[in-house]
Structures are given as C-alpha cells and as structure tokens.
C-alpha cells in the first residue's frame, strides 16, 4: 500500500527566511505532484515531478525529485505572506494518494 | 475548457436522505478520482476510475457510499442514507495521459 508522509506537518517562518518542505513515500512511482491549498479553496496545481532527479522552479518555489531514496522537497526561497497555505505531496502509483499537507504560516 | 466542473458547491441535508454529488472531468482526461477532505482526516481518496471503469474502490468508507461513471465526461457519488459524520468537503479530480491533474472546486456537503 502506497503511504505518503510530509514533514514538517505545521511551519511558520518569517518573511525572507528559506526553508524545505520533504515529502517521503513508501513504493516507486515515477511521478509526484506538489499542490497548494488556501483556506476554504480547492487544490491548485504547482509541479509535477516525472523522473528522477527533475527539478522545477516557480518564483519562490522549487520541488526536486530523487526516486532512489522515494524522496521530494518543496523549497522556500525568501518567504513572503502570500505563501501562506497548506502544500500537499502526492504520488502516482496504482492510484493517487496524497500526503498530510504542511501548513506553512509566513510572518512579517 | 472551464476544468473540473462540480456541483452543487453546497449542500445541506438531514440525516437519513439521499445525497448525490456530480463531477464532469475535463475533455480527454480518462482517470477520475473522489476524494473526501476534512481536519481529522485530511484528504482520502474514497474511489478511482480509469476510462470509465472503477479500479481501486478500497476507499469507500461502507456500503452507503456508491459511486458511478456511466461515460467519460460524468461521474457521481451518492451517499445513502447520509450520516453526520458524512459532512466534509468532497472533491473530484481528473489526470490525463498527459500528466497534469487537475481538481474541481468541491462540494461541501453538511448532514443535519
């Protein structure tokens, strides 16, 4: 059975701090997806993630892939408030399963 | 394309009535998934279609919860009877071939 974990589970940083959100999973996929989720809204797509070693970057975002170690991160680069959400980890396998999501609070 | 279409966005129903909630996937995308949302569980995946045909139902909570895909561009899910605990937020989601995968706004369902 496919298992997705994330951590850290809760984050608050500070405005123009960085920092790393890691996503583990249990078996090999070769596909894993970020999303981030605001309050009260549905789930926006931000990277998909297709082999091994891929990385992508959107403004203060950047996900990177290792399949080998069944590992991806979300990294922060100088954090500001409107990356405040919750950001979900899901991989593709048999079906699609998502992590618990990291609820990141930027403070001024 | 206007994305994944859900409907209603709301509904409020009394314990004991039937509920059916209704999803249109984007043109092309052969695999459907429902996913149910709420604080304690986070997001769980109820079911999963692939061109029409449910592969992994192993999510369905019980024997209320039955979910249909009668073509590719509709799919529902119905509850009953509904129950309190029932009340969440249920989204559908649709992946292509192609890769992207994309969710629909949700419904929130409350049972009374």
């Known amino acids: 059975e496919l298992k997705v974990e994330q951590n850290p589970l809760f984050l608050s940083m500070q405005e123009g701090k960085n920092y790393t959100i890691y996503c583990n999973y249990s078996?090999?996929?070769?596909?894993l997806y970020w999303y981030r989720q605001d309050p009260g809204k549905s789930l926006e797509s931000l990277f998909v993630l297709l082999s091994n070693g891929a990385v992508k970057q959107e403004g203060r975002l950047m996900a990177s892939l290792d399949t080998k170690a069944r590992l991806s991160t979300l990294h922060i680069t100088a954090a500001v408030h409107d990356l405040s959400a919750t950001y979900f980890c899901a991989v593709y396998g048999q079906n699609f399963v998502f992590g618990p999501g990291t609820r990141l609070s930027v403070l001024p | 394309d206007a994305g994944v279409i859900q409907s209603p966005r709301h509904e409020v129903t009394e314990m004991g009535q039937e509920v059916t909630l209704r999803c249109k996937p984007i043109?092309?995308?052969?695999?459907l998934f429902w996913y149910r949302q709420t604080m304690m569980r986070g997001l769980e995946l109820l079911i999963y279609?692939?061109?029409?045909?449910?592969?992994?139902d192993s999510g369905m909570p019980e024997d209320r919860f039955s979910a249909k895909m009668p073509n590719a561009s509709f799919s529902t899910l119905k509850i009953q009877p509904s129950e309190p605990r029932d009340s969440a937020v249920y989204f559908c989601?649709?992946?292509?071939?192609?890769?992207?995968?994309?969710f629909g706004q949700g419904t929130r369902l409350t049972v009374v």
């Open positions: 989601a649709t992946l292509a071939d192609s890769i992207e995968a994309f």
């Open positions: 279609f692939n061109n029409n045909v449910p592969i992994d």
């Open positions: 078996t090999t996929s070769d596909r």
């Open positions: 043109s092309g995308h052969n695999s």
